[in-house]
């Protein structure tokens, strides 16, 4: 949705200043007492939040049924073929016939037969839903699916790194991530931090039994089956004022773990959540920061976009719905200064924000302008790239690290691209 421009708020004039000066923020420190920002811990099986009782999580034996043994000779058949016996040289033994019979289980498997066949892949812009039909995923396309539920809605999330390793293909899994809610009042927001463990494969959950004992013996090869195959869920939450728009989490050396937090009160916050994932695995270790470690409210208003740069650590862009884009730089073990200097070249809400995998001074913009950009981080005032890329907004974009000349951009119509960035000219 493009944001109409406020006067004044904006203006460049007002906002320029040398771009070597480095602004501090610490006057918002008060809104966050100690008490205020207790942390809430949780531990059962689902962690204080539920997981849906869904077919994908939970396995199901079918058996099928066997045919029986028909008895075909009645008294007065036997009668008869004992009399026929005795007049024919020799003697034969009756022979007892199987009959198969159609269970209920081989008719439940030809309905599932043709329904299969039915199946067929619904594409966005091409096919529409007719009255009462509903989009249900193909289970079979995935190793591993899992679903769970949360208190309250939540715009984002992010996966925090951990020390399991990278390409991990044992089960069952285990993963961290965090979240923002969106509350329906401002004080009753959070950050999540959640680990969830014990994820089971599901691939061959919805298939029959000879399928389920293959997966079954999957798992079991590739680890313990704890908690009688459920996943478990364990949660530690942060009290956040605001609905958190978008959160981005990097790891600083070996053991820090901070996540930035876009606020829907225009303020960007930096939170220590290293104490919190170790509490996950150490409970001795729980105890929840006092506050934010940082605060900046230089944005003339919300935003949603966010990213930590991959080759330098602590560095940090946030871009809000008014078009402009703030550069962070870690100055220090858990400070940081925002240049007070915008990046100024969209002219609407700046969707989304992709810092370039191997070059530490380039960096990626999208809009509700229906272009993307291309930035050199020393350049404030003009981007060096220019593409008007959709015909509507451009929601979202996608860096491939491992090819870093591609680029992904998502548009509000539902479309995709995939651009070249060698043949990127404005």
């Given at each position: ?7 004044g ?54 058996l ?15 009668e ?7 007049g ?71 996966i ?55 997966s079954?013996?999957?798992?079991s ?8 195959g ?19 989490c ?18 960007v ?11 996950l ?5 729980d105890?929840p ?11 003339p ?6 990213d ?21 730089e ?6 940081w ?15 989304d ?9 380039v960096?990626?913009?999208c ?17 060096v ?21 591609l ?13 070249d ?6």
């Amino acid at each position: 949705m493009e944001q109409q421009h406020q006067g004044g708020g904006g203006d460049d004039g007002e906002m320029e200043e040398d771009a070597d000066h480095l602004q501090f923020e610490d006057e918002w420190e008060d809104e966050y007492e100690e008490e205020d920002i207790a942390g809430e811990t949780s531990f059962s099986p689902i962690g204080g939040l539920t997981l849906p009782h869904v077919p994908h999580i939970s396995l199901s034996l079918c058996l099928g049924c066997g045919g029986g043994v028909a008895d075909m000779e009645e008294d007065g058949d036997e009668e008869e073929e004992e009399g026929e016996r005795e007049g024919k040289e020799g003697s034969h033994e009756l022979t007892a016939f199987k009959i198969p019979k159609v269970s209920d289980q081989d008719e439940d498997d030809e309905d599932e037969d043709e329904d299969e066949e039915n199946l067929q892949v619904f594409i966005p812009g091409r096919d529409q839903l007719e009255e009462g039909e509903v989009l249900d995923f193909d289970n079979s396309a995935y190793d591993m699916l899992h679903g769970l539920n949360v208190e309250w809605p939540c715009l984002s999330f992010d996966i925090i790194t951990d020390k399991l390793g990278a390409q991990r293909t044992k089960f069952p899994m285990t993963a961290y991530m965090v979240a923002g809610t969106q509350a329906d009042n401002p004080q009753n927001n959070k950050l999540m931090v959640m680990k969830l463990s014990n994820l089971c494969k599901t691939k061959h959950d919805d298939k029959g039994s000879d399928d389920e004992d293959d997966s079954s013996d999957d798992d079991s090869d590739n680890g313990d089956d704890t908690n009688n195959g459920e996943p478990l869920l364990e949660t530690k939450t942060l009290k956040h004022h605001g609905g958190v728009n978008r959160v981005r989490c990097t790891r600083l050396g070996e053991d820090t773990t901070v996540a930035a937090s876009w606020s829907e009160t225009g303020k960007v916050h930096l939170w220590d959540l290293s104490t919190l994932v170790r509490g996950l695995d150490f409970p001795q270790h729980d105890k929840p920061p006092a506050g934010p470690l940082h605060t900046f409210a230089g944005h003339p208003t919300e935003g949603f976009a966010l990213d930590w740069s991959p080759t330098t650590p602590g560095r940090l862009l946030s871009g809000d719905c008014r078009k402009y884009i703030h550069l962070w730089e870690m100055t220090g073990a858990g400070t940081w200064a925002v240049g007070g200097q915008q990046y100024t070249g969209h002219t609407a809400s700046v969707e989304d924000l992709q810092w370039s995998p191997n070059e530490q001074n380039v960096f990626a913009s999208c809009s509700v302008d229906k272009t993307i950009k291309i930035w050199d981080a020393r350049q404030q005032k003009k981007s060096v790239l220019s593409v008007t890329a959709h015909a509507s907004d451009v929601n979202v974009i996608s860096w491939n690290r491992a090819a870093p000349h591609l680029l992904l951009s998502g548009c509000d119509d539902g479309t995709f691209s995939i651009w070249d960035l060698r043949n990127f000219k404005s």
